[in-house]
T-cell receptor, first 111, second 115 residues
């Protein structure tokens, strides 16, 4: 596609439920990031995929968070047993040797 | 690991005022530097970038940034802001000359321009 696509754009879930957020990067981009943007907070790095290398998971806030990138393209961020503090906008970005291009984000609200 | 500092978290200016937003990073080697902007309701987009060459970089909408290696800084400037510049501004650094390294973002500066 022309840009980075994320789905869903909005997600409301009950506390304790699991959620999956999807990111379709720009075709051919080998690097893919997940970030979290909370109200009043900056951009928080979660996880980074680069080609076939092992992902950099150093930003994941707890073991309830995990991400996969299948076939070097689509990525899924999974949050298990969601908590209210997980409410945020989850952003995906991809790049190929230049600047990163961001998706519109998924606004997650845990009630 | 590299870090990026943006010391101004919230800035309020009147239209036509000059703007300078600070960005400092901690890595001493080769870096690529970026400023991103997020207008209300829109996604993050690139404002300008520095890879090499002239340390004074011109971006869109009249913005510029100067890379000062000795100060580990990449401050964003605009001589005269407009109401439409109200947005969040994020500085980012990527270590190394190649494209395979991770971007590190600062915490952002929320700019509000008043009429």
């Amino acid at each position: 596609g022309a840009g980075v696509s994320q789905s869903p754009s909005n997600k409301v879930t009950e506390k304790g439920k699991d959620v999956e957020l999807r990111c379709d990067p720009i075709s051919g981009h080998t690097a893919l990031y997940w970030y979290r943007q909370s109200l009043g907070q900056g951009l928080e790095f979660l996880i980074y995929f680069q080609g076939n290398s092992a992902p950099d998971k150093s930003g994941l806030p707890s073991d309830r968070f995990s991400a996969e990138r299948t076939g070097g393209s689509v990525s899924t961020l999974t949050i298990q047993r969601t908590q209210q503090e997980d409410s945020a906008v989850y952003l995906c970005a991809s790049h190929q040797n230049t600047e990163a291009f961001f998706g519109q984000g998924t606004r997650l609200t845990v009630v | 690991a590299q870090s990026v500092s943006q010391h101004n978290h919230h800035v309020i200016l009147s239209e036509a005022a000059s703007l300078e937003l600070g960005c400092n990073y901690s890595y001493g080697g080769t870096v690529n530097l970026f400023w991103y902007v997020q207008y209300p309701g829109q996604h993050l987009q690139l404002l300008l970038k520095y890879f090499s060459g002239d340390p004074l970089v011109k971006g869109i909408k009249g913005f510029e940034a100067e890379f000062i290696k000795s100060k580990f800084s990449f401050n964003l400037r605009k001589p005269s802001v407009q109401w439409s510049d109200t947005a969040e501004y994020l500085c980012a650094v990527r270590v190394g000359a190649g494209g395979g390294n991770k971007l590190t973002f600062g915490t952002g500066t929320q700019l509000k321009v008043e009429l």
